[in-house]
């Protein structure tokens, strides 16, 4: 594939991602309780809005994933994304959780298809530097940020964006921290995979 095709496949996955976010936003507010600060508490949302940004990144600047940093920030979004994905498919579509998705093709999108395209782009594509170890300690502060918002936000509102962090349903804040602790887990799991993937072959030295 060349860079010219790579760099388009890119644009117009972060411009469906874009579509669909924007899409769920307005058909929720017009169709449910929805506001825009709960829209924005899914991390499902922040996960493929970051991912939004970091593929307009890299298809508007050849070389973006020679930087060291960028590389990091664009492991953390395929990581996200991975869990955003595996949660969706493994607890919240079997149990019919309700996530504000107010229509399928939207669903579809930011649950299967961004998440899926993203991690075959790290798969076929991984960036050319090497990562360091550290990047995976990096990687959990995010999740640890959003998880610390959430349950203070939920005590204050009386809302939770996920049924596993209500209290109220996960018997009570032990089955939350047992289910947070599951959720972080996973992305360890995923980052040391996608660490391992990205520095397997001596590729990125190469390209220094």
């Known amino acids: 594939m060349s860079e010219t095709t790579h760099r388009a496949l890119r644009l117009a996955l972060a ?10 936003l307005f058909i929720g507010l017009s169709r449910s309780d929805l506001t825009v600060v709960r829209f924005f508490s899914y991390f499902t949302i922040l996960s493929n809005a970051l991912a939004v940004i970091m593929l307009t990144l890299l298809a508007g600047t050849p070389g973006r994933d020679e930087s060291t940093g960028f590389a990091g920030f664009r492991g953390a979004i395929t990581v996200y994304m991975s869990v955003t994905g595996l949660l969706y498919a493994v607890i919240l579509a079997p149990n019919l959780a309700d996530v504000a ?10 649950h299967v298809v961004a998440p899926v395209a993203i991690l075959m782009d790290w798969l076929f594509h991984p960036p050319p530097r090497r990562l360091s170890p550290a990047i995976l300690a990096i990687w959990l502060i995010f999740p640890a940020v959003y998880l ?8 204050l509102v009386d809302w939770y964006p996920y049924p596993f962090l209500d209290p109220r349903v996960s018997d009570g804040y032990l089955g939350v ?3 947070s602790a599951v959720v972080l887990a996973v ?4 980052g040391w995979l996608y660490y391992w993937w990205a520095n397997r072959r001596p ?6």
């Open 148 to 155: 610390a918002y959430s349950l203070i936000r939920g005590e």
């Open 15 to 24: 411009s469906l991602i874009t579509v669909a976010l924007v899409s769920q």
């Open 203 to 208: 590729h990125g030295d190469e390209h220094r």
């Open 101 to 110: 998705v107010p229509e399928p093709w939207i669903d579809w999108t930011i």
């Open 187 to 190: 992305i360890l799991v995923f």
């Open 177 to 179: 921290a047992l289910w």
